[in-house]
């Protein structure tokens, strides 16, 4: 018997300058998709896990 246990991961996107939670969900690239001008940290599964600026890519830091 062979079960297959599928991992869901969920993320949180933070804007950094009002610090509240303006997106959640399990697709991160749809999540990333518009958002406004600004700094956010990116949380999955409740731990941070980088910083995205829509204004500065060379701004975008993994951790």
């Known amino acids: 018997m ?3 246990n599928e991992v869901v991961k969920m993320y949180e996107l ?3 300058s009002t ?3 303006v ?3 399990e697709a991160l690239e ?3 998709q518009d958002l406004p001008e600004g700094l ?3 949380k999955e599964d409740g731990e941070f896990v980088r910083f995205y600026s ?3 890519p060379e ?5």
């Open 54 to 56: 829509t204004t500065k």
């Open 14 to 16: 933070m804007n950094l």
């Open 30 to 32: 749809k999540l990333l």
């Open 59 to 63: 701004h975008q830091c993994w951790i």
């Open 23 to 25: 997106r959640k969900g």
């Open 40 to 42: 956010y940290e990116i």
């Open 2 to 4: 062979n079960i297959h």
């Open 19 to 21: 610090g509240k939670i």
